[in-house]
């Protein structure tokens, strides 16, 4: 895909160029990010494209900063070269880099999440940034997945599929994985909200056949970054915030589901009573589920709907 100045800016600025973070200069995280984007947006420069080029007493001068964080900024826009190497290697593999600036950024982001919105994710498939509804379906790995949990998933998988849903995942083992191959075997689309190991999940897809066809995916990590709980607490809140529904099936209290139930993230959390550890979010405000085998989930999909047409109507971003 063709980048704007500032599309390229942003990249240059946050981007890590390696999986462990080793550079010569610290990317910015995304509170550096959006105060040097208020401090560009205020002063005569007033886009972030218009950092390229500048030396690091123009950068003084122009953002009030002192020299060495005009250094560090000057140095990260400075790495052309290498980034056009990275932006090169990960086309070859499958993934692409979405800034705030593009086009195909989900403008939902930026409305449930304010500053904390990612200035930039890397993605894979065609329906990673698509406006179309979807279903979260939410928990952890190392938790032993039950024949009733496995039939709640089938369930919900199937009729989301049937009501035109896409199902989202954080992509771990557990029922994650018993969605995705649900989703494959109803021929559901699959969004995958990873925490690491994006590289390896597109070579797999790769090989894959049918499923890769309808499966996409995003993560806030390098392709090669190993997967870490900061970073699912991380991706968990993209994941929330892309979903028009989540339903938790267990969680261990530490990727960040509180959050989004306090925060609103996503406007219909649910938490299943079948795993014990789910009875803290429900304390919390997540909407209780007894059995899926009784749900009326026609009834559920018009709750959903109703809550993004009531989005649309306030910021008139998207549409079905």
Request: with cysteine; net charge negative; aromatic share 8%.
């Given at each position: 895909?063709?980048?704007?100045?500032?599309?390229?800016?942003?990249?240059?600025?946050?981007?890590?160029?390696?999986?462990?973070?080793?550079?010569?200069?610290?990317?910015?995280?995304?509170?550096?990010?959006?105060?040097?984007?208020?401090?560009?947006?205020?002063?005569?420069?007033?886009?972030?494209?218009?950092?390229?080029?500048?030396?690091?007493?123009?950068?003084?001068?122009?953002?009030?900063?002192?020299?060495?964080?005009?250094?560090?900024?000057?140095?990260?826009?400075?790495?052309?070269?290498?980034?056009?190497?990275?932006?090169?290697?990960?086309?070859?593999?499958?993934?692409?880099?979405?800034?705030?600036?593009d086009g195909e950024y989900p403008q939902r982001l930026t409305k449930r999440?304010?500053?904390?919105?990612?200035?930039?994710?890397?993605?894979?498939?065609?329906?990673?940034?698509?406006?179309?509804?979807?279903?979260?379906?939410?928990?952890?790995?190392?938790?032993?997945?039950?024949?009733?949990?496995?039939?709640?998933?089938?369930?919900?998988?199937?009729?989301?599929?049937?009501?035109?849903?896409?199902?989202?995942?954080g992509g771990e083992p557990g029922v994650s994985h018993?969605?995705?191959?649900?989703?494959?075997?109803?021929?559901?689309?699959?969004?995958?909200?990873?925490?690491?190991?994006?590289?390896?999940?597109?070579?797999?897809?790769?090989?894959?056949?049918?499923?890769?066809?309808?499966?996409?995916?995003?993560?806030?990590?390098?392709?090669?970054?190993?997967?870490?709980?900061?970073?699912?607490?991380?991706?968990?809140?993209?994941?929330?915030?892309?979903?028009?529904?989540?339903?938790?099936?267990?969680?261990?209290?530490?990727?960040?589901?509180?959050?989004?139930?306090?925060?609103?993230?996503?406007?219909?959390?649910?938490?299943?009573?079948?795993?014990?550890?789910?009875?803290?979010?429900?304390?919390?405000?997540?909407?209780?589920?007894?059995?899926?085998?009784?749900?009326?989930?026609?009834?559920?999909?018009?709750?959903?709907?109703?809550?993004?047409?009531?989005?649309?109507?306030?910021?008139?971003?998207?549409?079905?």
């Open positions: 895909m063709g980048y704007n100045d500032d599309s390229f800016a942003i990249m240059l600025l946050t981007m890590a160029l390696s999986p462990n973070r080793e550079e010569y200069a610290r990317p910015l995280n995304t509170q550096e990010f959006r105060r040097l984007e208020q401090r560009v947006r205020g002063s005569d420069m007033g886009r972030l494209g218009k950092l390229l080029g500048v030396d690091i007493s123009g950068l003084m001068l122009k953002l009030d900063v002192d020299e060495q964080e005009a250094y560090r900024i000057f140095t990260l826009c400075n790495r052309g070269v290498q980034l056009t190497y990275a932006l090169e290697g990960f086309y070859e593999r499958g993934i692409r880099v979405v800034t705030q600036s999440l304010g500053e904390a919105a990612p200035p930039m994710f890397y993605a894979y498939g065609e329906g990673a940034c698509s406006e179309k509804p979807k279903v979260a379906v939410v928990g952890i790995g190392g938790v032993r997945t039950t024949p009733e949990a496995r039939d709640a998933v089938e369930t919900l998988v199937r009729n989301a599929g049937r009501l035109g849903y896409a199902v989202v995942t018993v969605a995705a191959g649900m989703a494959e075997e109803y021929g559901v689309e699959l969004i995958e909200i990873l925490g690491g190991g994006m590289g390896q999940r597109t070579a797999e897809l790769a090989e894959a056949g049918e499923l890769a066809a309808r499966c996409s995916g995003i993560s806030l990590e390098h392709p090669d970054a190993l997967f870490t709980i900061s970073h699912a607490i991380t991706r968990n809140r993209v994941l929330f915030a892309l979903s028009d529904a989540a339903i938790v099936f267990n969680t261990d209290g530490k990727r960040g589901e509180s959050e989004a139930i306090v925060h609103g993230y996503c406007d219909w959390i649910y938490a299943w009573r079948g795993h014990a550890s789910t009875q803290g979010l429900i304390a919390r405000g997540a909407y209780p589920i007894d059995s899926f085998a009784t749900l009326d989930m026609d009834q559920m999909a018009r709750d959903w709907r109703s809550s993004r047409a009531e989005q649309l109507s306030m910021f008139d971003l998207f549409g079905e």
